[in-house]
């Protein structure tokens, strides 16, 4: 192999990576957002937990009074 192929291999090498740079970047952006595994936009959560309000049978009912 003469000294200019090996230039023109190079050169060709090196060529191939700069062109294929913008792929790489699309490439890498789209496995990233396919396998990183970020949350999706979820339902809200109703938290069962919060007993601060009154059940049903206590609250004020102004057509049954249960007292009179």
Same mark, same amino acid.
């Given at each position: 192999m003469t000294?200019?192929? *090996?230039v023109l291999v190079v050169a060709g090498v090196v060529g191939i990576y700069f062109v294929l740079r913008p792929v790489q970047r699309r490439l890498e952006r789209y496995l990233v957002r396919k396998f990183a595994g970020h949350p999706r936009k979820h339902l809200p959560t109703i938290d069962? %937990?919060?007993f601060t309000s009154r059940r049903s049978h206590q609250k004020e009912d102004d %057509?049954?009074? *249960?007292d009179s």
């Open positions: 000294l200019a192929e *090996i069962i %937990t919060d %057509t049954h009074d *249960i």
